[in-house]
């Protein structure tokens, strides 16, 4: 199952997993694209909202019938912490955090008591490392679900069962970045989405703890930022990064 199946880096894995034989399921709100990658791949459809918790008990349901979870929907929130208002917190946790958090814990509780073999992917970001301004509830959802992914994948560690956070940086062509058109300052590079695809592919083969799809320097500035943030803020200030939209 690929969750956010009809984005830029959903559509991008759900292709690779199919090349390679996978029999998918494919979900997400807007069931035309979702009719047209199915189409191309042979996969079912299943139309459903992730603020929906009605929507997410009924994935819960489908979810124990698989063998490999891609949680990869996700949602940008740009703002600032003035404006933000209870309805956007609740829809950024909800997509971002409730939905992926409640698949993997009925995954990994029906694939535990059955001894069955099983693996999550769940899609962060370089964002659940370093904060960026007028970011806060994208950096708040990410960073809980890196700690999410890390902390059960050790609950699991002796069952067949196994999860991995894939960690995209900025990602060129299509997905959330893409769409914002936003310009990088210079220097920083960024990856495709079928890099983010064979990511998750290693993510399945091997079941590491964290697998990153960024150049090396965009992942040595954004641990810095984990170590030090005082100062990533003020690289960022220098760099302007005000400037720059949410998405990544
Ligand atoms: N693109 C990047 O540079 C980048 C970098 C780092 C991390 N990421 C992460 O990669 C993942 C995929 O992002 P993307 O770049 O492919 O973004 P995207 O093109 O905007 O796709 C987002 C996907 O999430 C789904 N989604 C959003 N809200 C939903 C809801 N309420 N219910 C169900 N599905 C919902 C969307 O489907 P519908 O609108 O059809 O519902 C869409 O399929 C996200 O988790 C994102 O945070 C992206």
Known sequence: MVTGASGGLGTA???????RGARLVLTARRRHLLDE??????????????????????LCGLATE??????????????????????????VIDVNLRSPIVMTSAFARHKVAAGAEGQVVL????????ATPRTEMYNATKFGLRGFALSARQDLEHTKV??????????RDAGMFADNDVT??????TKSPQDVADGVVRAIRNN??????????????A?????????????????????MASGG
Not at 37 to 58: C, I, K, P
Not at 162 to 171: E, K, Q, R, S
Not at 184 to 189: E, H, N
């Open 184 to 189: 990088l300052p210079p220097g920083v590079r």
């Open 66 to 91: 698989m063998d490999v979870l891609v949680l990869n929907a996700g949602t940008g929130a740009e703002g600032d912490v003035t404006t933000l208002t209870p309805e956007v917190v609740d829809f």
């Open 13 to 19: 894995t759900a292709l690779e997993l199919h090349r």
């Open 37 to 58: 990658l199915a189409a191309r791949t042979g996969a079912e459809v299943v139309v459903a909202d992730l603020a929906d918790h009605d929507d997410v008990e009924r």
């Open 223 to 243: 641990t810095l930022g984990t170590v030090a943030p005082g100062l990533s803020e003020r690289l960022q200030r220098r760099m302007d990064t005000k400037k």
């Open 123 to 130: 899609v962060g970001s370089l964002s659940g490392l370093v």
């Open 162 to 171: 196994g999860i991995t956070l894939v960690a995209p940086g900025f990602i």
């Open 208 to 221: 590491p703890a964290e697998v990153f799809v960024s150049p090396t320097e965009l992942r040595v500035a």
